[in-house]
């Protein structure tokens, strides 16, 4: 069922995560209930072990709630097959990881290309919102190059645009300044903040940090698997203006 226009497109209801090992069970995630709107930049902070990553998992599709529910852009993960949540994700949500994860034998215009194949659009790659993208993340001179002949802020950036060729609703960032150092993580938090105030997607990011975090409008303190606090302010999404 599509999402009603006036409807979150993230929602999860009492969400619950606990991994099984042997005999010890850890509860990752406790009864979390949260609603994103179309739109959003929400950062998500918290200590190690406070099950940030896990929920950024749960959102993704990337691994199965215990007990609760998480619904995207109006569809319920629970209600789906595994191949059904593939192509979910691969339509409606793009992710951007602490590691890279591009291919080193592919020039950075390959990787965001073959990003935007394994997305299943049938249509061709709009040449036009490439060069936008490559614009917006200062990448355009770069796109021939391989991983190898990038800094880890450029090679950042061909990730983020790697996760936007789509067009994802949902932009799942996980730790994407964990690698950069002070000025890098400075200018990809800028892309991401502008990515989302000028494509529109909706942007969640997970991270310990709470200098990036304060480039979010919306932030949210994850402890002990629980949402213990929230913040909205004017400082949010200030230092990336």
């Known amino acids: 069922m599509p999402r009603d226009a006036a409807s979150p497109i993230i929602l999860t209801e ?36 406070s099950g940030k990553s896990t929920l950024f998992y749960l959102l993704g599709g990337l691994t199965r709630a215990t007990e609760g529910r998480v619904v995207i852009d109006g569809v319920d993960f629970a209600a789906l097959s595994d191949g059904e949540r593939t192509r979910l994700r691969k339509h409606r949500i793009g992710f951007v990881f602490q590691k890279f994860n591009l291919l080193p034998t592919l020039s950075a215009m390959g990787n965001i290309e073959i990003a935007y194949h394994v997305s299943g659009r049938r249509e061709p790659m709009d040449r036009a919102y490439l060069d936008h993208l490559s614009d917006l993340l200062s990448i355009r001179g770069r796109l021939r190059h391989r991983p190898s002949e990038l800094s880890g802020g450029e090679q950042q950036r061909v990730a983020i ?81």
């Open 161 to 241: 645009a790697r996760a936007l060729i789509s067009r994802p609703a949902i932009v799942l960032a996980d730790e994407p300044t964990g690698n950069l150092d002070s000025e890098n993580s400075e200018a990809v938090l800028k892309m991401l903040v502008r990515s989302n105030r000028e494509l529109g997607q909706t942007t969640l990011m997970i991270t310990h940090n709470p200098e990036a975090a304060a480039v979010a409008g919306r932030v949210l303190t994850m402890r002990d698997g629980r949402i213990v606090g929230e913040q909205r302010g004017s400082q949010a999404g200030a230092a990336a203006v």
């Open 14 to 49: 009492n969400l619950t995560k606990t991994y099984v090992t042997g005999r010890i069970q850890v509860t990752a995630v406790r009864g979390i209930s949260l609603a994103v709107e179309p739109g959003e930049f929400v950062a998500i902070i918290g200590p190690s072990g």
